[in-house]
């Protein structure tokens, strides 16, 4: 059975790329509960706050970077196992190398395609490809 | 794509031009002043340019974006060391910059974006590639002493400043801390200040391994000139363990940072508060922009579309109306019915509210007070585009950017100053070889002060230029047939000239002024703002424009008179005294009617005859009111039939129903309903005082019933 509710985070410190990002999540399924955090900080204050089903993070923030946050999530048991998708406009080849090697999911360059964007969230919440309230995924 | 508005867009990447433009200032300052550039303010611009294509892209600006990404580029090059920052560079980015602000709020408008506007503003960023050589970063980084877990989750920018720290033979120190999982983003925020005085932060990474339960670990990457004693000196009231990594130069400096210190080495450009260009309001928005970056999240602020306060502001001035409207009804009861016991808990129970209502008033208006020195920067910037243009050497000094004005004539004050600005740089700064002959330094000097002088904010446009050639405006204006040729000129009746439309001395149109299009327009705006504009100058030694503002126009407190068959509100702020006098009293001095108060000339306007009204049916010819108005050596008397009390109203522009009718700034409602006229107190001033407008252009007497 899918689960009621998937919990996901969006570590972006640019208000309009979060709004983006809430949208085409949306266009996913309803039931998301999107947690916004604009700073790599308010993000690891919130990662204890909710059982994350999915992590989205940009690479470029004022406080720590996306890479630390990779990391820290990768390297702490209770979280390791969230998948994590790095969505920045960072086109730099090795940070994206150091991003994949930490453990990051998929790793986008913006401007993102949007139909490839929501396909990977489908991915890595187990939805298969159908809104979760019609389906029958293998994700307990 | 639907929960992102235009407005949303607009306003980001409003915000992020400002950054870039903030950035780049700061950059052309150490440029300048052949000081080292200051690495996070690459950065930070950096991160501007590049959030700026994120959005654009987003918002299918994809043209732009790539502009931005242009940039990005470039700055990208530039703080990773790849590239030398020229003034060239600069320059392009500067333009760049300000035609991407075009660009945008073109495009916001719906316009259209030629492909060829898109390829000129990438030609002009081409020029700029020339790169520096590749440094062989991997070795810097093998000798840093730094543990692989550390070297994995640096960026590349982050990789770039540790080597630069390392070439510099800084040491390289791990600051380790541990705070509660609810409370860390306060402490860290105020530990990573800190480390910035000591020296540069390179980066912050929270470590999960070594986080105990609710709690959190974080390692700092610090590079300082400071040995490792020093460090841990300077951070003693901090609890944190300082280890080196990589000991600096000869150990580095034994003494500690001192607490209250100026920023060391990595940022040498912050300190310098005293260097010429330096001015209040600049630093306050440097340290608020600081502040938002480094503790965006925890920021308090909101932002709200002006709009927004607008409707507050209107529902505000509905219920002064109101209050007006109950305050009326209890003193007919009062009348009517004595002092009640009803009546008195009424009265009671208004002032109450008349009190509240007041608060409230004044929080919406201190909610829409900004401080002048928003502008400074745009200011600034045209300055600089302009003392390029015209091969002029011009410093800008602006003062008082603390000074608080409504955001609405903050808005509309942006043009008419860029207008005087561009003034003085064409017709008032002469060009070096001059100003050099006059003794003067080759460089010129545009000063911009502000400052509040009452319920009024005064602002100064100065110059050195060569001031107004007042025999040369004089005989434009003779040759105009605004003067006969032998006439008996004053200085302020030739100031008044050149605020007339479509009145210029240049003899050839350049592209910056002359084009006929000019300080009328000023004038014309400055008075929408019920404001006044004043030029002081010197032949030789420049000029000073000087212009009166009220600090807000939202909600006024006006004297209420009646004159003729009509009623007029006059604001309180421009009101000196109210005085009764008899009709013997008013001498004729030179055809105008005048009285003496405390030994000066009064110049009177009689509010009947100005706007040709007819008599007032039964008032006393015998009894007369002058209400004083205007400060300093601009007053004037207004004679009134009756004054009927002071009032707290709201002025309603009348749009262009009575366009051009001097003397008036806008209409406002009675508590009993009734719609009357708000006087334009500077407009009336001028018309009433000048001989050109009162004689010879024949503008003053309209009817307005």
């Given amino acids: 059975m899918n689960k009621e509710c998937y919990h996901i985070l969006i570590a972006e410190d640019s208000a309009i790329t979060r709004a983006f990002l809430v949208g085409l999540l949306e266009e996913v399924a309803e039931n998301f509960n999107i947690i916004e955090a604009a700073s790599g900080f308010e993000a690891l204050k919130q990662l204890p706050r909710e059982k994350f089903d999915l992590i989205i993070t940009d690479i470029n923030m004022p406080d720590i970077n ?5 990391n820290f999530v990768k390297t702490n048991p209770e979280y390791a196992h969230i998948p994590l998708i790095v969505v920045t406009t960072e086109g730099s080849a090795r940070d994206r190398e150091k991003g994949m090697a930490l453990g990051a999911s998929e790793y986008m360059v913006k401007p993102i395609d949007p139909g490839a964007f929501r396909g990977s969230v489908v991915k890595y919440l187990g939805l298969n490809g159908k809104r979760p309230e019609n389906s029958r995924g293998d994700k307990t | 794509m639907s929960e992102i508005n235009l407005s949303d867009f607009l306003a980001e990447a409003e915000e992020l031009l400002e950054r870039l433009n903030h950035g780049l200032l700061e950059l052309d300052r150490a440029i300048k002043s052949n000081s080292r550039q200051n690495p996070s303010v690459v950065n930070d611009i950096f991160r501007a340019a590049h959030s700026l294509k994120g959005i654009c ?33 600069l320059d392009a980015l500067f333009e760049v910059t300000e035609e991407l602000r075009a660009v945008i709020s073109h495009k916001a408008q719906g316009g259209q974006v030629t492909a060829q506007v898109i390829e000129e503003l990438k030609q002009k960023l081409a020029g700029v590639d020339e790169v520096k050589q590749e440094p062989k970063e991997d070795d810097w980084l093998k000798q840093s002493g730094l543990s692989g877990e550390i070297l994995q989750v640096l960026t590349e920018y982050e990789e770039h400043r540790l080597i630069e720290n390392l070439k510099e033979k800084m040491g390289i120190y791990q600051v380790s801390t541990t705070f509660s999982l609810t409370e860390f983003d306060k402490e860290l925020t105020v530990l990573q200040a800190r480390l910035k005085e000591i020296g540069e932060l390179i980066t912050t990474l929270p470590s999960a391994d070594a986080s105990p339960d609710d709690a959190i670990t974080f390692f700092l990457l610090l590079g300082s000139e400071h040995s490792e004693q020093a460090v ?74 002006i709009g927004k306060l607008d409707d ?29 016991e009803m009546a008195i808990d009424l009265y009671k129970a208004n002032r109450t509210l008349e009190r509240k209502l007041q608060e409230l008033q004044e929080g919406v208006l201190e909610v829409r007070m900004v401080p002048i020195g928003q502008i400074y920067d745009k200011l600034r910037r045209n300055v600089r585009k302009l003392s390029r243009e015209t091969g002029k050497q011009v410093e800008f000094i602006a003062e008082g950017g603390d000074t608080e004005l409504d955001k609405l004539i903050i808005e509309d004050l942006a043009d008419p100053l860029m207008h005087i600005i561009r003034n003085s740089i064409d017709h008032g700064i002469e060009p070096a070889s001059q100003r050099t002959k006059a003794g003067k330094p080759e460089q010129g000097q545009i000063r911009l002060r502000s400052f ?53 001395t240049a003899d050839k149109v350049t592209d910056i002024s002359g084009r006929g299009v000019g300080l009328d327009v000023v004038k014309n705006n400055i008075s929408a703002l ?38 007029f509100a006059i604001p309180l702020n421009s009101v000196s005294s109210g005085l009764s006098i008899k009709p013997g009293e008013i001498k004729t001095i030179e055809g105008r009617e005048v009285i003496e108060q405390r030994e000066r000339t009064l110049p009177l306007v009689r509010l009947d005859k100005f706007f040709r009204l007819k008599p007032r049916a039964g008032v006393s010819e015998e009894d007369l ?5 205007g400060i300093a050596e601009r007053r004037l008397g207004i004679v009134v039939d009756r004054l009927l009390g002071r009032q707290d109203i709201v002025i309603k522009s009348i749009g262009h129903v009575l366009n051009g009718l001097k003397g008036i700034a806008g209409a406002t409602e009675l508590g009993d309903q009734r719609t009357i006229l708000v006087l334009d107190v500077f407009g009336l001033i001028e018309e009433a005082s000048s001989t050109i407008a009162s004689g010879r252009l024949n503008v003053g007497a309209i009817n307005v019933s």
């Fill in chain 1, 66 to 70: 996306g890479l630390e946050l990779i």
């Fill in chain 2, 57 to 89: 892209g987003m918002f299918g600006f994809g043209e732009v974006g790539e502009i931005a990404h242009k940039m990005e580029d470039i700055l990208d090059r530039l703080r990773l060391g790849k590239l030398k920052l020229t003034a060239k560079t």
């Fill in chain 2, 232 to 305: 841990a000196e300077g951070l003693k009231d901090y609890s944190v363990a300082v280890t080196t990594v990589k000991p600096g130069k000869a150990g580095g400096r034994a003494g500690a940072p001192a607490p209250a210190r100026a920023r060391p080495e990595p940022e040498p450009q912050a300190k310098k508060r005293d260097e010429p260009e330096a001015e209040a309001g600049k630093d306050e928005s440097e340290s608020a922009r600081e502040e938002v970056g480094t503790v965006r999240s925890l920021s308090r602020t909101v932002r709200v579309d």
């Fill in chain 2, 312 to 340: 507050l502001m209107n529902i505000v001035g509905e219920l002064v109306l109101s209050k007006n409207v109950i305050a009326q009804l209890i003193d007919k009861l009062r009348n009517q019915l004595g002092f009640s």
């Fill in chain 2, 452 to 504: 509040q002088r009452g319920n009024h904010v005064v602002i100064e446009i100065s110059d050195d230029g060569a001031g107004l050639d007042f025999a040369r405006i004089r005989s434009k204006a003779v040759e105009r047939g605004l003067f006969a040729a032998g006439e008996e000129l004053k200085q302020e009746d030739l100031v008044q000239v050149i605020f007339l439309p479509g009145f210029s």
């Fill in chain 2, 530 to 567: 019920s404001g006044a504009i004043d030029v002081e100058s010197v032949l030789g030694q420049g000029a000073k424009v000087i212009i009166t503002l009220p600090i807000t126009l939202a909600i006024i407190q006006a004297l209420v008179v009646e004159a003729g068959s009509e009623t």
């Fill in chain 2, 625 to 629: 009111y002058v209400v004083t108005v």
